[in-house]
């Protein structure tokens, strides 16, 4: 019986975010878009994709572009997970942008006025 507060999808999310996070930041050179954080980490049941979010603070680029960065790298850095993780198989990494804190200070200014 599971009785474990997460599940394990969302122990191993959480142990990629860590990871990834000092991955991007001391393998990978991001100036092309901007200092970039791993804000989440969302793995399928079966711990075969994990869809990375990504944040940028002072982005170069847009969004899509800053997707095409990571998404083109990310067989680099499956590789890397693959030095520190010891699990069976490394999952498929999947970038997306997160723009939500872009979109919080929008709604912070609308209030403002």
């Known amino acids: 019986m599971n009785n474990r507060p997460y599940s394990r ?52 680029e847009k969004g899509k572009k800053i997707e095409s960065f990571f998404n083109s790298r990310a067989k680099f850095l499956r590789g890397q997970l693959g030095n520190y993780l010891t699990s069976k198989s490394i999952p498929e990494l999947r970038f997306y942008y997160d723009d939500t804190e872009a979109e919080a200070e929008k709604i912070d200014r609308l209030i403002s006025k």
């Open 9 to 60: 999808s969302d122990r191993y999310g959480h142990e990629l975010k860590k990871l990834l996070g000092e991955i991007i930041s001391s393998e990978l050179d991001t100036s092309k878009v901007g200092f970039s954080t791993v804000t989440a980490v969302k793995m399928t049941s079966d711990l075969r994709i994990a869809k990375v979010y990504i944040s940028v603070l002072n982005a170069v």
